[in-house]
């Protein structure tokens, strides 16, 4: 699901500065240690060096490290339903597909989200290997997926959009986003996408499109 995940910076953050409760501080202080230092590298010492409260309290919450990493993805991804997906309804198809894309593609300047990226990166490396992280995606991407779809399936019953199979244009427009998402976190490099996925939307999508041309 890389390609979901995205522009919290500009709506809501991650994470207040002082959590009221000790998990999702624990979580947070996760965070910035993966963040920081990789799966490879993270250690429940490391993840203790965020968390300004006891190391015990980690292993009183948590039985090791992959433990609280499947919370964090849990949290993380709750997160970005909650407040990374929701698309008003109250718009034509055309600008709800347009403000889902404007949300899940961040600016290069949003650091949290760069770093949002990097750790769903970092986990989605252990869901290659764990069935639990990998089932945490699935329904993640569910969740987006369906959500491009039921907006194309509305263009093309308010005739917005023409005749198209909303499974395809779905499986493609996903597929773009969690490219662009999974080189711009292992390169380094950021390839802007959204004056081409502009085009698509204008001159694949809409119903119009031949008086566009």
Known sequence: MQGQLDSMDKRAPLFVDEPDDTKTEILKATFDALAEHGYANLTIDRISQHFSKSEGLVFYH?????DVLLDLLNYLLS????VGMPVSDDGDPETRLRSLF??????????????YETVLTELRMRAAQDE???????????????????????????????????????NFLVTLVSGQTFERVTTGISRPIQSELDNYIKYRLL???EDNV
């Not at 997160?79 to 909650?82: A, E, L, T, Y």
């Not at 593609?105 to 949003?110: K, L, R, Y």
């Not at 959009?161 to 909303?166: A, Q, T």
């Open 79 to 82: 997160r970005f339903r909650q």
């Open 207 to 209: 119903a119009d499109a």
């Open 102 to 115: 404007d949300q899940v593609i961040p600016e290069p300047d949003e650091q949290q989200i760069r770093d």
């Open 62 to 66: 948590y039985d090791g490290k992959d």
């Open 132 to 170: 639990a992280f990998q089932e945490c995606f699935n329904q993640s991407q569910d969740v987006f997926r369906e959500t491009i779809r039921e907006i194309l399936q509305d263009g093309i019953e308010s005739g917005d959009f023409r005749e198209m199979d909303p499974e395809l244009v779905t």
